[in-house]
């Protein structure tokens, strides 16, 4: 295996400072490049296992590409920074949530490459069996409308709500709840930032890469959960770079065995490629 070609970029506060001073995240045809100058992808990513598999990318891409991994601490701004070119692309999304980015921002990102599928749940500190969730109980779930329209299929499954039967649940919203038997009173948190209700609320939406931060599992504490390979993860890149060289080279990447091997060394989340 050769030795991973990657930079790392830590992103916070100052993104917007760490970017200003990088080159374009919009590199030439390798045809272009000189031969000792490989073109550099940069690749957003939020957390692991996501900026494990970007990393993992980096180790397989083919020669003449390097990727460079920009870890950023929001879903945002990892797609900010594709559509302003800032960076190539990202791994960070399902197609659902970059449909929406797009939608409300003027954007035409693409998802490119289909990489990994995961398990989401619903968590609780005080309940075993949502069957036991109380009167007027407070429930987080994403504030996004794709997760949105996810956990509230769940909790219509459960018969803790029902949805009006006319709207696709894949993008229903609080306003398409018919039936709240328990009064369930609801808290919209972005997905980065539902660990920090999981103390207070009766039950907690999260992505299996953001709660095991808490040190859990959607196979041994999840009270409710799905898979759905609607929502797998993909690389996204702009809808101009969408058939371009260095987008077949990062789909190459991405679907490598070096990839495969963090995807399946990982319990909550499968191939999706």
Known sequence: MRTARIGILAAG?????????CASGQ?????????????????AAVTAPMTDVVEAAGEAIEDGYEIELVEVSDYITANTIVKDGDVYGNFSQHEPYMQ?????????LVAVQPVYNFVIAFYSKTLDDIADLPEGATVAVPNDS????????????????????DVDPYVSTLDDIVENPKNVEFLEVPIAS???AYEEADLVFQWPSHIAALGL???????????????????????????????EALKAAFSSDEVREVIESNGTIDVAF
Do not use: C, Q, W, Y
């Open 194 to 196: 539902l660990n920090s």
């Open 13 to 21: 506060i100052g993104i917007a400072l760490v970017l200003a001073g």
């Open 217 to 247: 599992n959607p196979a041994d504490d999840g009270l409710i959960t799905e898979l759905d390979d609607r929502f797998a993860l993909h690389v996204a890149v702009r809808e101009e770079d969408a058939d371009s060289e260095a987008t």
């Open 27 to 43: 590199p030439t045809d390798k045809a272009d490049a000189a031969a000792s100058e490989p073109v550099v992808l940069k690749i």
């Open 146 to 165: 794709s997760n949105l329209g996810r956990a509230l299929k769940l909790l219509d499954g459960e018969g803790v709500i029902t949805l009006d039967p």
């Open 100 to 108: 929406e980015f797009n939608a409300a921002n003027d954007a035409a």
